[in-house]
């Protein structure tokens, strides 16, 4: 097991890595929508969710991969009823390369975020 790291997203906040590669396959830790120095990007689900996915490719590249090589995403979000808003935005990001993907509505997220996210993804 290889643990990744990158100082373009946030540095992990407890006793876990930012990633890890088994077999050529890497595993992300969740991504909240923290700017790497730590502090949240702002209160606005369009922001919180493009800032996500800012964290995402950092640590997919980090450990040698991108988002055309995630075979599946597990999204968490606050509330259901942003569903939609969420959705839109992702569909900007994974337009042709459509990964499994699960999405769960949670009753809270670290630092009271509306988004957070992990992906597994093949190592090029």
Do not use: W
Request: aromatic letters at 8%; proline letters at 6%; glycine letters at 4%.
């Amino acid at each position: 097991m290889k643990k990744t790291h990158t100082d373009l997203a946030p540095a992990a906040i407890g006793p876990y890595s930012q990633g890890v590669i088994v077999n050529n396959i890497f595993y992300s830790s969740g991504q909240i929508p923290l700017r790497p120095n730590g502090e949240l990007v702002s209160e606005n689900l369009e922001e919180q969710v493009h800032q996500v996915f800012s964290n995402i490719k950092a640590v997919l590249e980090s450990a040698g991969a991108s988002l055309e090589t995630v075979i599946k995403t597990t999204l968490f979000i606050k509330d259901m009823n942003d569903f939609p808003k969420i959705n839109d935005i992702y569909g900007t990001y994974f337009d042709n390369h459509l990964p499994a993907r699960s999405c769960v509505e949670v009753s809270r997220l670290p630092k009271d975020v509306k988004v957070e996210m992990e992906v597994i993804a093949l190592v090029k």
